[in-house]
């Protein structure tokens, strides 16, 4: 077996569902420190961060990524134990095994090549790793970012390290991804009797043109990177659950995955407005969820591009679908943030897995990418 799948086996075998990560960090440190990394453990409430960083001169190229993975779901519907990697028929099954155990193996099994093969290689290689993405998010990358940009160190180049394959392995990379952002939408009536409507108002009826027009509105644009911005109604409730009483209020959650093209002030905006022009009387609470960010081609795409195009012989897709990802924090102090990684098909389902045969080629995509890029 190869290095790289060994060191993914392992790192599957540690259950670091979030935000624990039992060891993965200090296995990683292990490798880093004698290539003459310098590792830097920075815990964040019960959130384990990494950040490792070999050289000191422009420009920086970094490795970023998450040990921590999603809960199992029901054990006994899996076809071996989640955290006893496992081979069968040419896939490697386990929690974590695309998403993105597989990654981290890769990332440093290149940077050691690399490293190997070229000591005193110009420019500087980084680690960005948490154990906090799959969950609140608050304690991990966020921190780690901050925390760089209160010293001035400036990255130059991440690669992220998010399964984002499609069809076929090399596919498909990720040079930015939408914004998230909810809303919770409280439509205020008049509870009261079904028979004597006169008595009531009832939201459900008062908001049904506002819904409507929201459903239908077009936010922006499709672009060379971007789907439209999209809006969609996730819950809507109303009422006691009686026949007879109309309800006292309409209580609806929705979400918008917007670009760039429009910031998320202007969107609160414009559904203000709508909801005005309809005459509500309504209460709206707003969570940004993470920003839009986008990488146009450049340096680090293509040097990404090529290394693939050489590995699997694909001419991979630029794309910005999908959730988000920790990309977003990671692009507030570095000007190309790109994500690569194995299909993810499987990901945060039963029995997730991924090609044995795909891992080898995922760390070398990974080295000469370094090499396109450092050499």
Not at 100 to 113: G, P, Y
Not at 199 to 206: D, E, G, W
Not at 226 to 241: D, R, V, W
Not at 346 to 360: G, L
């Amino acid at each position: 077996m190869s290095k790289t799948l060994t060191l993914t086996q392992q790192l599957i075998a540690m259950a670091s569902v979030t935000p624990s990560d039992l060891g993965c960090q200090k296995l990683m440190t292990d490798i880093l420190a004698p290539l003459g990394f310098t590792c830097e453990a920075i815990q964040s409430g019960n959130v384990s961060n990494l950040w490792a960083r070999k050289g000191t001169q422009a420009p920086l190229i970094v490795f970023a990524g998450h040990t921590d993975v999603v809960p199992t779901g029901p054990i006994e519907k899996w076809h071996s134990d989640p955290f006893v990697p496992t081979i069968r028929h040419g896939m490697l099954f386990g929690r974590g095994a695309a998403d993105m155990k597989s990654s981290i193996a890769a990332m440093l099994v290149a940077a050691e090549e690399f490293v190997q093969q070229h000591p005193d290689h110009p420019g500087s290689i980084g680690f960005l790793i948490t154990s906090d993405e799959e969950g609140p998010a608050t304690d991990g990358t966020v921190v780690v970012c901050e925390l760089l940009k209160q010293r001035a160190e400036q990255l130059d180049y991440c690669i992220v390290g998010e399964p984002t394959s499609n069809l076929h392995f090399g596919d498909t990379i990720k040079n930015g991804r939408r914004g998230s952002m909810s809303g919770k939408l409280v439509i205020h009536g008049v509870q009261g009797h079904i028979a004597y409507p006169q008595l009531a108002k009832n939201p459900i009826h008062l908001a049904a043109p506002a819904i409507t027009e929201l459903t239908q509105e077009v936010w922006d644009q499709a672009n060379e990177y971007y789907l439209p911005t999209s809006f969609q109604i996730s819950n809507i409730h109303a009422g006691t659950g009686a026949s007879n009483v109309i309800a006292g209020h309409l209580d609806i959650d929705f979400n918008f995955r917007f670009s760039t093209a429009s910031p998320a002030q202007g969107l609160q905006q414009r559904v203000h407005a709508i909801l005005d022009r309809h005459g509500l009387h309504y209460d709206l609470d707003w969570t940004i969820n993470g920003q839009p960010f986008l990488t146009p081609k450049g340096i680090l795409s293509e040097a990404l591009s090529k290394a693939i195009l050489s590995e699997t012989g694909l001419h991979t897709e630029l794309s910005t679908t999908g959730g988000t990802s920790d990309g977003r924090f990671i692009a507030q102090i570095c000007p190309q943030v790109i994500e690569f990684g194995p299909i993810n098909a499987s990901i945060h389902k039963i029995n997730e897995h991924i090609a044995v045969t795909e891992i080898e080629p995922l760390k070398n995509i990974y080295r000469k990418t370094l090499e396109n890029i450092l050499l």
